[in-house]
Each structure stands twice: as C-alpha cells, then as structure tokens.
C-alpha cells in the first residue's frame, strides 16, 4: 500500500520545479522503464504490478521496487492511460568535458520548448551516434514525461546538460569548436563540408536562434526546398543534418 | 448566436466517422484558417471572432462567417485553449492520375497512425516539393484536429489519397513506377541511386512496412545509424529520405 505522502510525492514530480527540487524524474511504460533499468542511471524504485515484477525480477537486483495496484499505479501515473510500471530515477548531471567535445560533433538547443520535438531530437541523436546535446535555458525540461515517451529510451544514453548560452558557446569559441547555425539563409547543406569538431546550433520553433547564439556563429547551413511549406519542423531539419554529418564522415 | 444543431454539427465533426459520413472537416487557429481561405479548398463556413474578422475580411469574400462569442468558439472548439476562429471545410476527394505520378516522386505511407507524426510528413513532404501522398487503410485520418495542427497548411496544398494498399500498388506496378520501401535492412541510402518514377512507402511505428506491401516492393533503402536508438521515428527517416531524393534531383 502506498502511502498519501508517497503518492503526492510522485505526482509532483509531474511538474518541472518539483523535479529540479528534488533532483529525480518519472519513467513509465514497460520498455522505457527497462531500458532505464539497463541504463547507467541511478533508479531510486519501481512502482509496478505483480505481473511486472515476477516477468522482470532479472532487471531488479539491489532496485526497491514495490509492487501496486492497478488503482494505485493510476493515482500515481503521470499518463492518461498507465502502463504496467513507473519508475522514478535521479536526473543525471554532467559535467561539460570539452576534450571530449572536440573529437565530434555535439548539438545546442537553443529555446526549443515543444517536448515533443525535444525528445524526438534526443532519440535521432542517438540513432546517429550524437552523445552530447546542450539545452539553453528556454529548451523544454528533457525529464518532462512526454519528452521521456518521445525519445524512447535514448534519453538514458544521450548526455543531456542544461547550459547558459552565453557562457557554453564561449567556451566553444576559446576550444575553436566550429559553431553552425542552421537557418533558412545558410549555405545548402548539400554543397557544405562539415567540420568537426563542431556544435550544431537549431533554433526555435517559432524564433529560430536567438540573438546572443548569432553573436557565436561562426556560419550557416540550410536545407534546400521548394518552399512551398514556409519551414521544415525543427526535429525533422535537425535529423536531416545529422544525417547529412553522418553521410560526411562515412565519405572522409 | 449558434442554434444548438450546429453546435453539435460542428463537435461531431471531431469524430473520423462522422467527418467521412458528413464530408467536412474542422480547422482552427488563425494561421490554419488563413492558409485554409488562400488554398483551392471549398470553405463552407467560417466561425470567428468579431475582431478576427475584422483584421481578415479580404480573406472572407462570398465565405459564410458567422461571427461567435469567446464563449461560443469554446464550446465548438476541439482545441484545449480556442484560438480566435474555426472553419468548416469540405474534404478533397482527388483521382489519382498515374500520369501525373509517373512524372515525380511520391509517398506511400502504409498504416501510420499517429496524427502527429503523419501532420509533420505532409508538412515535410510540401518543404521537399512532393504533392501527391497515398495512405494506406489504417494510416491515421489526415482530417483529424491533430494532424491539421502539425500539418500547418501544408494540408491543403499537398494532395492526399486515401487507397487500397493492393490495388495502388498494383496500378503502380503496372505502370512501372519503381515501389521503393524504406527499411533497416535496405541498401544505404548514402549510395542508393533514386530513379523517378517513384513510390516511396514508409511503414508504421511499431510493426515497419506490412506484407501486402512487401510483395510489390522493388527495392529497400535504409539510413545508417550508429543502432544505439533501436529505430528512428518515421516522420524524421521520411524527412531524411526526401532530402536524399532532392539532393539526387540537384545532383543531377
């Protein structure tokens, strides 16, 4: 039996003060959970049905995990439609190591606030092998849950780290990080040839990149179109660049 | 003042069947609807604001507008937070023209069902000039509120063909539109040559391309990754592969 406190508990952390307090987030869904569970993060419990834990015991040595109803599961889920299992894992915290940095290419948010977006950008990183992607201030919560669904597990692998713009990209330039904008004016992504080290700067979704991040950029790619659509979404620009970096590199 | 009838008319309107028994669709929010009122689509009425109307009145020759209340747009509105107006639209019906087909590149998406993703591909595919997408049957409703949204206006320049996956198929074959699927085991897309006429068929989220489809295709791409992230979302491979095709057509 869960407790009131428990349960309140959990339930705040559905909103983003609470997880910053408090320095954990909320996993749910059979396979985001395991994939956490197989992850380097630190797991502090597992909230799940009987059924759940007697098919995954193997996941859960030395995790507390405790056993709930479907009632309960409900009260404490942040989704319409819960799962089997929820999980609340402690936010990891990178330190911004720039040696590491300069062996490849990182990405840098600047105020992309749909979490939908963010967590898609999150998994097609991972997918390209980008581990390092630096959110400015205004960039949706990367622990926010529907960031978590979204990026489907890649959020456990990818470094995610919460930076001021000013100051990060600073530091790039003192690195000598080529810093890339991408924006509809930029050279054709088809014709550039990408350096590396490099930091990939995408916009917003409605702003594009903001001011302070112009001041850095060292310069600009874009994606050719017919523009019939007045722009690409963000995700979708960001994937096809990856893509492009990826193309790049198995051609060097 | 709106009579109870069309309030329900317009709600029920939320709902796929009766948007296919009815033959209208709902789209919201002013940029939507701006693009709506330029577009070649029959706008049956529109509901809105007495200041919106006011700011868009060249947009509103010989369209029905009925002015509403904040309250009123509320209670027709599927959106959480209603925006300023809503319009009612008849929904295209095109015949597919093989010939037209036979002179580009198109898309063939088989059971794609989450409106969001499927908004962000005709979005995607209107940026990347491509102007015919087919669906399979159980690809999600172009129609749908969801899809309207992430679409943004692209909706109603691309053209959108609801089809049997058997029969388009086969007429494309006959044809000899080259049906070319996208799939994990296919060849790189970093060294496939596009040719036109062509079909791109992307597969849903969870269970990729289905078997009807997999007797007709020609030939399979694929886009390498470093296979952290067990696949990408198919509206970001979508995007990747349309901007593979376009730089092809440059390249050429």
Redesign the interface.
């Known amino acids: 039996m869960l407790t009131q406190a428990q349960k309140k508990n959990i339930k705040q952390l559905h909103d983003k003060i609470h997880r910053r307090e408090q320095g954990y987030f909320v996993a749910e869904g059979e396979k985001v959970v395991c994939e956490l569970l197989l992850s380097s993060l630190e797991v502090k419990s597992v909230y799940a049905l009987n059924q759940w834990v007697e098919k995954n015991n193997n996941l859960l040595n030395k995790v507390e995990t405790i056993v709930v109803s479907e009632k309960e599961l409900q009260q404490i889920s942040h989704l319409k439609t819960p799962n089997q299992v929820l999980a609340v894992a402690k936010t990891p915290h990178y330190e911004i190591d720039f040696l590491e940095i300069k062996k490849g290419v990182s990405l840098f948010l600047s105020n992309v606030n749909d979490p939908?977006n963010l967590g898609?950008i999150i998994?097609?990183a991972?997918?390209?092998?980008v581990s390092h992607i630096f959110c400015s201030e205004h960039t949706a919560d990367a622990f926010n849950s529907k960031v978590i669904q979204?990026a489907?597990?890649?959020l456990f692998?990818v470094k995610i780290y919460f930076v001021s713009t000013e100051e990060f990209l600073e530091r790039c330039k003192r690195y000598e990080i080529t810093i890339l904008g991408a924006d509809m004016n930029g050279t054709s992504?088809?014709s550039y040839s990408f350096k590396c080290p490099m930091v990939l700067v995408m916009g917003s979704e409605s702003h594009g990149i903001d001011e302070v991040c112009k001041r850095y950029i060292n310069e600009y790619v874009s994606?050719?179109?017919?523009?019939?659509?007045?722009?690409?979404?963000v995700?979708?620009?960001t994937?096809?660049l990856c893509?492009?970096i990826?193309?790049s590199v198995?051609?060097q």
């Open positions: 939908g898609t998994r097609t991972d997918w390209f092998g979204s489907m597990g890649s692998r992504v088809y994606i050719p179109g017919k523009h019939n659509a007045e722009s690409l979404n995700a979708i620009a994937g096809i893509s492009e990826m193309r198995l051609e």
